[in-house]
């Protein structure tokens, strides 16, 4: 793929970028091998206070961020800037919290014959990070702010469709005061990864984008003995039970589905709602579906823009037809709109088996599959039929149902009567095929830590 900003809402490319060479490439990973050496000696008030300017410079700069967001990848503008306003409040969340998040851990000194005994966090050093184009602000500084602040530094490989967003995230922290070397983007194919990632002077990886890429990235990381955080693909279950409040269900199973034009990993895609209750879920969320305005991302008014690239679009298309050809029933979209651009209308889905491609997949778009079910035995299976467990969703307001679903759905996270999100403060990532490790919370900075095991005699 060439290293581009294509106008998802016009097909149309605005502007190109020549790749790195192998020489330049070089230079920028022994400017980041250098930079470590010296970075780890820095302390954590100096690192806080770079962070806190980062995140400064993303507050000043919210409206030029949003716009090349939005121009590189189709998500609405205002989604974009509420994207880079996490981003600084994940920034200073991990300027206030990372000394305390890797503070020294007293171990039982007595117990192992010691005078002392402690555990201490330390750096590894260069970490790769390779990043999808989704939330390609966010998904980025969940990584840099925590890694930075427990003083690694960071070699950013992005998408190769959101180019500029990549440059102005180096430029973030580089505002910031962080020192040359600390945060570098490469502008590289991903044919260039796997050398990188077997350089000995890069010390770990970490990976957001699809189940195949993990396995690729994973496998080289595992041959070469370097830690990875893999954070792949998801196909969330999003359970209503008879005691939910159905009206709230149906209307935040909305946002759960089209959030980003329905591209994130943790977008609700199989909506599970038991038989009492399925014709009033099915009747709202249909309708509110239908009213979605779909358009051009930069207008104030739209709720839906286009998908980020053509093959997307041809994956989505392709994933309904072959349903429909099987026997499944479209309630509303189902068809891609006439008009330039890859927009695609938010659609409902149902009477799917497993005969469909869709059933097995992860549809990135605004697709929702429906199903019904008669007792939570049945949504629980159902839930759990698939190869990914990323995020989780649960609408009940029966106690003892809700500890049910919690105790028995294979995912990374279960959100009760609530959309799946992330935070700073909570620990995300899956298990399956959608990953291993965690992001953000304490477990997130600790994830490129070394973690020292000090016996003093």
């Known amino acids: 793929m060439a290293i581009a900003t294509t106008n998802p809402a016009t097909g149309e490319i605005e502007k190109t970028f020549e790749a790195l060479s192998d020489t330049e490439v070089d230079e920028r990973i022994a400017r980041a091998a250098a930079t470590a050496v010296e970075f780890r000696r820095t302390s954590f008030a100096d690192r806080a206070r770079w962070m806190n300017a980062s995140a400064d410079y993303l507050d000043a700069a919210v409206e030029e961020i949003a716009r090349v967001m939005t121009t590189e990848m189709g998500k609405t503008i205002v989604a974009a800037r509420a994207e880079v306003k996490k981003c600084a409040k994940g920034c200073r969340f991990y300027a206030e919290h990372a000394e305390a998040m890797l503070a020294d851990e007293p171990g039982d000194a007595a117990a192992v014959g010691a005078s002392r005994a402690y555990v201490r966090y330390e750096p590894l050093g260069p970490v790769l990070a390779v990043m999808p184009w989704n939330f390609p602000l966010w998904q980025v500084i969940r990584f840099a702010a925590p890694a930075l602040m427990a003083a690694n530094v960071g070699l950013l490989k992005h998408a190769s469709n959101v180019p500029q967003t990549a440059l102005l995230i180096e430029e973030t922290f580089r505002r910031g005061g962080f020192p040359e070397g600390a945060f570098q983007t490469l502008l590289i194919g991903a044919s260039s990864v796997e050398r990188i990632l077997r350089d000995p002077r890069v010390r770990a990886a970490t990976l957001t984008g699809s189940t195949p890429a993990g396995r690729s990235i994973g496998s080289i990381a595992g041959e070469v003995i370097k830690p990875a955080v893999l954070e792949l693909g998801g196909s969330d279950p999003y359970v209503v039970m008879p005691s939910a409040d159905v009206e709230r269900a149906a209307q935040t199973a909305v946002t759960a589905r089209v959030q980003n034009n329905g591209q994130s990993c943790i977008a609700a895609k199989r909506f599970i709602v038991h038989s009492d209750v399925a014709d009033a879920f099915e009747a709202s969320f249909v309708a509110r579906m239908q009213a979605l305005r779909v358009g051009d991302p930069m207008d104030e008014e739209t709720d839906v823009g286009p998908l980020a690239n053509e093959q997307g679009l041809l994956d989505v298309e392709k994933y309904v037809d072959d349903a429909v050809s099987r026997g499944a029933r479209i309630l509303c979209g189902g068809t891609r709109l006439d008009r330039p651009g890859w927009f695609y209308p938010p659609t409902v889905i149902t009477d799917l088996?497993?005969?469909?491609?869709?059933?097995?997949?992860?549809?990135?778009?605004?697709?929702?599959?429906?199903?019904?079910?008669?007792?939570?035995?049945?949504?629980?299976?159902?839930?759990?039929?698939?190869?990914?467990?990323?995020?989780?969703?649960?609408?009940?307001?029966?106690?003892?149902?809700?500890?049910?679903?919690?105790?028995?759905?294979?995912a990374g996270a279960v959100f009760v009567n609530g959309m799946t999100t992330s935070y700073p403060e909570l620990p995300f990532g899956g298990i399956k095929e959608s990953g291993f490790g965690r992001e953000?919370?304490?477990?997130?900075?600790?994830?490129?830590?070394?973690?020292?095991?000090?016996?003093?005699?």
């Not at 992860?362 to 008669?374: K, S, T, Y």
């Not at 953000?440 to 005699?457: D, E, H, M, P, Y």
Request: net charge negative.
């Open 353 to 410: 088996t497993p005969e469909m491609s869709m059933y097995h997949e992860e549809i990135f778009g605004p697709v929702a599959q429906l199903f019904r079910v008669n007792d939570a035995a049945e949504a629980i299976a159902l839930a759990n039929a698939t190869v990914f467990g990323l995020g989780s969703n649960v609408w009940t307001r029966d106690a003892a149902e809700q500890d049910l679903f919690v105790r028995s759905l294979e």
């Open 440 to 457: 953000l919370s304490a477990q997130g900075i600790r994830a490129f830590c070394n973690v020292k095991t000090v016996w003093v005699g």
